[in-house]
């Protein structure tokens, strides 16, 4: 039998292959399109409460609605393009819609309902860029329309060249499509040797707009075979049919026999009006009329009628055969006559069996879908009750939780002084109480220990930090107090030593005055202020105490210990007044740096009482 394609959605063509394996078809699923279901805003669902008349496109339409759960005016009256929709429309609302005989927009929009729908509110629930038809007549018919989008088909992931290349190679004869969309998921980047072979596949389509759809792509007619819907038995029905009629295309002209039956039979019927018994009447007529003509019958006379005779008998004869041929005919006609009538009763037979089927097969969708009902709304009040379950347990306040989080509140504050994480916590600890009567007097308490955590100004410890490490950096740049000794008073050398060795006297004095001179006497100067002389070693010490004195400075921020932070700024000011140059300007802005850094804030332990803490142990009594 034929390889049979069915392009439906994932889900929606498994009854229709199996309908087909049971028949000898070789059936496959080949979904090309995915349904990816929206989310409406409140706004665009408000229309469905003030409906008047609500028509669903397809199960897919019905089956996303339903997912939103929306509030649905179900005293409106319900449409259906099909039968399927309409059941799912039952199943997700409990109303019976109305359905068309023909499956399709103009089936839709020839019901005598929607023809009188002026000031009508009309909801259309569809997927993206479906049915345009349906919306365009309603708005000319006056009605107020509201289209809600809530699906859309797309191509599922891949390539149509690959998925073409894949049906060649299982010889694909005859393929299911149930929508536009599915046709131009196909018929997207194909080569020409590919839409050539399309074009000798049978296509089975569910409605008449598909089929002109699908022409548009240069598929020949008779290559279509329109369904009288989407539902897997008339597209079962179609197939059935359209098989048979291409593997058995015979002419429906009548056979030779019966025309020329048929023929003899007119020609029979035209001469039996003109036989020779008129002429035999006339002639006993006039016997009658003249009795005394036989005595005078000449010869002539009986040749004559000796030739009427001959001519009678030949005539009578043809009449004869004629009349056999027409009764030949007679029965050839009845033996075709029964032979139909047999036919039309094993036709009818036929017929009867296939509706059985259908019906048989109907009813098994039926109960199929009622079991999946079933369970779905088994399944959904078990969730539901999970839920009230979670919320009832959700609106239970757990003493221990408060109680946890008042303590985390108060290590916060008092072990790690971190008041923005106290604040957090406190925060959370309203919230939760905000969803629970009987708890005023403790929320009351946790904003006025909020207030009281906002008074709170936070130390800029890595900020004065930073201060002191640029501080660091400036030290070897500092410049020492610079010793620049007076000029001494000339003085004419009186015990200059003589080069005459007789005044060796002389000269042995000379020499003890120059060394009284030079070891012993104090010289004069002209300026008065003199500094002290600083070694390198003594200069390298100074520093590394300033900077120890920096160092412990930022100890004492990082361990919050205030009056070591100020002892250190202090003793590095009195070292730099000390023993660096005024006057120069990175002396000047060291000093100050250190001056503005002794001036900052540092309350490391503001005495702050939690008000809440003793509500939480009264309330947890």
């Not at 007619?221 to 597209?235: E, K, L, T, V």
Request: some cysteine.
């Amino acid at each position: 039998m034929s390889q049979i394609l069915i392009t439906r959605p994932h889900g929606k063509g498994a009854d229709l292959a199996q309908q087909l394996s049971q028949e000898g078809y070789q059936a496959t699923l080949f979904p090309v399109l995915k349904i990816d279901y929206f989310t409406p805003s409140n706004t665009q669902l408000s229309p469905l409460l003030n409906a008047d008349k609500i028509i669903f496109i397809s199960q897919d339409a019905v089956n996303a609605l339903l997912s939103l759960k929306p509030d649905i005016n179900t005293k409106a009256q319900f449409y259906a393009v099909g039968e399927q929709t309409a059941e799912a429309i039952w199943q997700a609302f409990g109303v019976r819609a109305a359905v068309p005989k023909q499956h399709d927009s103009e089936g839709l929009l020839a019901l005598k309902s929607l023809q009188q729908i002026d000031g009508q509110n009309i909801v259309l629930v569809k997927g993206k860029d479906g049915r345009p038809t349906i919306a365009k007549t309603l708005k000319l018919r006056g009605a107020f329309l509201n289209n809600l989008v809530v699906y859309q088909r797309s191509p599922v992931e891949g390539n149509s060249t690959d998925w073409l290349d894949h049906w060649q190679s299982i010889d694909v004869k005859g393929i299911v499509i149930t929508s536009n969309a599915a046709v131009d998921a196909i018929f997207r980047q194909l080569s020409v040797q590919q839409l050539e072979w399309l074009r000798h596949c049978q296509f089975y389509v569910a409605s008449a707009r598909i089929s002109e759809h699908l022409a548009a792509q240069q598929i020949d007619s008779a290559n279509i075979h329109i369904a009288a819907g989407a539902s897997d038995s008339a597209m079962f029905t179609c197939i059935s049919e359209g098989t048979l009629m291409s593997e058995d295309k015979q002419p429906t002209s009548q056979p030779a026999d019966t025309k020329a039956a048929q023929s003899s039979t007119t020609k029979v019927n035209a001469k039996v009006a003109d036989s020779p018994s008129a002429t035999k009447k006339d002639f006993a007529m006039n016997q009658k009329t003249n009795p005394t003509n036989k005595q005078k019958v000449s010869k002539t006379g009986s040749l004559a009628l000796l030739i009427s005779l001959i001519v009678a008998s030949g005539v009578g004869y043809q009449f004869y055969q004629k009349l056999n041929t027409q009764q030949q005919a007679n029965q050839l006609i009845n033996q075709l006559s029964a032979d139909n009538q047999l036919l039309s009763k094993e036709l009818q037979v036929v017929k009867v069996a296939q509706q059985t089927l259908q019906q048989a097969l109907f009813n098994s969708e039926q109960k199929v879908t009622a079991a999946l009902a079933a369970s779905k709304t088994e399944t959904q009040q078990q969730l539901e009750s999970a839920l009230q379950r979670a919320e009832q347990q959700a609106y239970s306040l757990n003493p221990q939780e408060v109680t946890s989080l008042q303590r985390m509140a108060e290590f916060k504050l008092w072990a790690e002084k971190d008041y923005q994480g106290a604040t957090a916590v406190l925060t959370r600890l309203d919230t939760l109480l905000a969803e629970h009567p009987g708890t005023g007097a403790i929320r009351q308490a946790i904003h006025q220990d909020l207030q009281a955590l906002s008074t709170v100004e936070p130390v800029a410890i890595e900020a004065i930090y930073l201060q002191l490490h640029g501080l660091l950096g400036q030290i070897d740049k500092l410049v020492f107090n610079a010793v620049a000794l007076p000029q001494e008073v000339e003085q004419e050398d009186q015990h200059a030593l003589s080069e005459n060795v007789s005044d060796w006297q002389q000269n042995l004095a000379n020499s003890w005055h120059q060394f009284k001179d030079n070891f012993i006497k104090i010289r004069q100067r002209e300026d008065i202020a003199i500094e002290p002389l600083l070694t390198e070693q003594e200069r390298h010490l100074i520093q590394q105490r300033l900077s120890l004195y920096l160092a412990q400075a930022q100890d004492a921020l990082l361990t919050k210990q205030a009056s070591v932070y100020f002892t250190a700024l202090s003793q590095a000011e009195v070292l730099v007044k000390d023993y660096f140059k005024h006057d120069d300007a990175l002396t000047k802005s060291t000093l100050k740096a250190l001056q503005e850094l002794s001036k900052e804030q540092l309350n490391f332990s503001p005495s702050i009482t939690l008000q809440s803490t003793e509500q939480v142990k009264e309330w947890a009594k």
